[in-house]
């Protein structure tokens, strides 16, 4: 494999800006890998080789510089690129092409980072396998047979086979951590409203939120830089300075930080390999100097039910936008049918059966006479889980867990029963709920020679304790080498 | 709870503009009532006199400058409509032949 390949973020940047190799010789390198590998692992579903070469030459003219300039990036399929087609997975959305760039895509391009192309992903991040992407799975460079985890999977495949060196995920209940976890990279997810959602295509508004994907944490925690900070044009979006993660990711030191282990997510239903990793990091952080206990977090147990019924409402009236008028899929056009009839036809035919599930999911629970015992139940439990983790963060600085109960799950095991794909996320969707931010890195293999995740999971807007935490049990581990023990594709 | 009938998707169907076939339908009420069982331990939380949280961050009216911007235009708002004329969306009738 060229070594431009296994080069980290990090590095490519250093001898782009010293002109030891040249941007489009590495966005070369990268293009020429994806059209040798991604046949297997379809990370891809549209690769911008025009778009990334012109903005390679941009950097090495010189009119670009910074940490991260000249570095080649997946982009996950669910922001939107103009002029670059976006889908977000979704058969209603092909051949769609965006008049607009996402602010963190404005961002990326003017950091200098090279959009390789866009990623697969389950339809509108529904999902936590890529299998209910319209566009077929992508595999986990691990076992072809296996998922890569999801939604953002495509993004996670693509820097855990080399395709990439970093990449953007979004996260509404896990689907950057998941993937991670899964696949022996880093991913995390920023503070809620610490990274614009301008030009995220909607799936759960008061949940989504994108971050970075990466092989290693320092990587991950500059490109958290260059995407996040205050945009006027996200409502949502937190008017204050990025948490300074770049030089907590260089501090890696955890000496006096207090870590909890979360009661909640142990125990029954997790992989023994899956536990027994997580318990050597554990051991490792309190041999680095951190202080060590276990805090109970009771409504955790009840994260999984509330999100399933916030994010699916949420999801029902993001979604009603794709009535087949303005853009996107029209079908049953024939100069007789309603308009209405047209957008039902357009969007049974337009949407997977995932999404349709929650759609239907969601206007269930909005609706009159269930609103209460449902959608309205489930907020008062959101807050339940926000006052656990208050509590939990009076006594500790990060709480630790489990990414995932288990490995990647074979594709097709999970696809036709929606309740053991949603367990999937069991342990990343508290963090979603709550706000804060949350981060998986890997740190060792099962028992069946898969990766396994360690999350680490901070207050609101202290990004900064994850990456410290993270970068450290990284050193320590050498999990940033993890993926060399990946089988050759 | 009262199982989720296939009547009952088919209601909830027309509300979302989802014209699923039968098959759907059956396969959707069967999905759905697992679904609504495990999603209703939600309602084993004694919660009554807990504020719902709508939102993480607390925010009210944000808002930016109001600085005028150059707008989309007509011409590239239309540019990927299913159908489009004269800068315009072209859209299927929306009212019944009789009205």
Known sequence: MNPLLAATATELAAKIAAREVSAVEVAQAHLDRIAEVDEKVHAFLHVDTDGALAQARRVDDGEISGPLAGVPLALKDVIVTKGVPTTAGSRILQGWVPPYDATIVERMRAAGIVVLGKTNMDEFAMGSSTEHSAFGPSRNPWDLTRTPGGSGGGSSAAVASYQAPIGIGTDTGGSIRQPAAVTGTVGAKPTYGGVSRYGLIAFSSSLDQAGPCARTVLDAALLHEVIGGHDPRDSTSIAAAVPPVVAAARQADVSGMRIGVVTQFKGDGYQPGVLARFDESVAILEKLGATVEEVSCPHFDYALPAYYLIAPSEASSNLARYDAMRYGLRVGDDGVASAEEVMAATRDAGFGAEVKRRIILGTYALSAGYYDAYYGQA??????????????????????????????????????????????????????????????????????????????????????????????????????????????? | MSAITREDVAHLARLARIAMTDDELDALAA??????????????????????????LDLANVFRPDEPVPSLGAALAVAAAPAAEHDRFRVPRILDEEA
Do not use: W
């Not at chain 1, 807050?383 to 939990?392: K, N």
């Not at chain 1, 999971?457 to 581990?477: F, H, I, S, T, W």
């Open chain 2, 31 to 56: 999905q759905l009532d697992v679904i609504l069982g495990a999603v209703a331990r939600v309602q084993e939380v004694a919660a009554a006199d807990i504020p719902p949280t709508s939102h993480s």
């Open chain 1, 379 to 489: 907020q008062k439990v959101r807050t339940l889980i926000s006052r656990d983790f208050a509590s939990a963060f009076e006594r500790v600085d990060v709480l630790v867990s489990p990414t995932t109960p288990t490995t990647a799950f074979t594709l097709g095991e999970r696809v036709d029963d929606p309740m053991a794909m949603y367990l999937a996320d069991l342990c990343t969707i508290p963090s979603n709920l709550y706000g804060g931010p949350a981060l998986s890195l890997p740190c060792g293999l099962s028992d069946d020679g898969l990766p396994v995740g360690l999350q680490v999971m901070a207050p609101v807007q202290a990004d900064e304790r994850m990456y410290r935490v993270a970068a450290a049990v990284e050193a320590a581990l050498g999990s940033d080498k993890l993926l060399e023990k990946a089988p050759p594709l």
